[in-house]
């Protein structure tokens, strides 16, 4: 069964509006973290958010998470032009310490 | 900052080739990982390495795959006879457990773009 899935699969935005991306998982977890991957290149850590946490914040990003709901969502303020990627959330499996599983994802395009 | 290291950026090889992805994770790290992700797909996780050996391995990671850590800093992945499908960007990541727990960040790598001929 598919783990993480982000919604929209694409958003596009003006800059310097506030882009929303949300996230749904199946199975219990102990952390989901976000990720963000501009085209064709790797994958950069944004933010780990434990199930014991509701909210985190880093710089422009807040993440929330409902564990009730099993699902979180990605806020990005002031979006800029740099912010055009594609993010991903990313869950532990609970009975797997190791791999982490990944959504498909939001294409965020930030229009100048 | 330290970050994760990965050679080639890009490997152009004739299916059933043996290709050989190389990764030198973050210098402290004790758990390393390689995923992948098929152009235009999710990335998929294949393997978790600790303690000099495998801990958990995906059902995508065959008898065609092996990682080892020849060293002190690499880690690598070996793919025996590529298939056309093998084609993917991979990513090597790595992350450190806090005492007692084992579910941390995981840092990735750039990638390296695999295509398969």
């Known amino acids: 069964s598919q783990q993480g899935e982000e919604d929209p699969q694409a958003l596009s935005i003006q800059e310097g509006e506030n882009a929303t991306m949300n996230c749904s998982y199946k199975t219990s977890i102990n952390n989901l973290q976000w990720y963000r991957q501009n085209s064709g290149r790797g994958l950069v850590h944004l933010i780990l958010i434990r199930s014991n946490e509701r909210e985190k914040h880093s710089g422009r990003l807040r993440v929330t998470l409902d564990t009730s709901k099993k699902s979180s969502s990605l806020l990005i303020t002031a979006s800029r032009a740099a912010d055009t990627a594609s993010y991903f959330c990313a869950t532990d499996g609970y009975s797997s310490a190791s791999k982490i599983i990944f959504g498909s994802g939001t294409r965020l395009s930030i229009r100048p | 900052e330290p970050e994760v290291t990965q050679t080639p950026s890009h490997q152009v090889t004739q299916m059933g080739q043996e290709v050989i992805l190389r990764c030198v994770p973050i210098?402290?790290?004790?758990?390393f990982y390689w995923y992948r992700q098929i152009l235009g797909q999710k990335v998929e996780f294949l393997v978790s390495f600790y303690n000099n050996e495998i801990s958990e391995k995906s059902e995508i990671f065959d008898d065609q795959f092996s990682v080892e850590r020849p060293d002190g800093s690499n880690f690598t992945l070996k793919i025996r006879s590529t298939k056309l499908e093998d084609s993917a960007m991979y990513f090597c990541?790595?992350?450190?457990?806090?005492?007692?727990?084992?579910?941390?960040?995981?840092?990735f790598g750039p990638g390296t773009r695999l295509l398969v001929l």
């Open positions: 210098s402290n790290h004790l758990y």
């Open positions: 990541a790595s992350s450190s457990p806090r005492t007692g727990a084992l579910w941390e960040t995981q840092y």
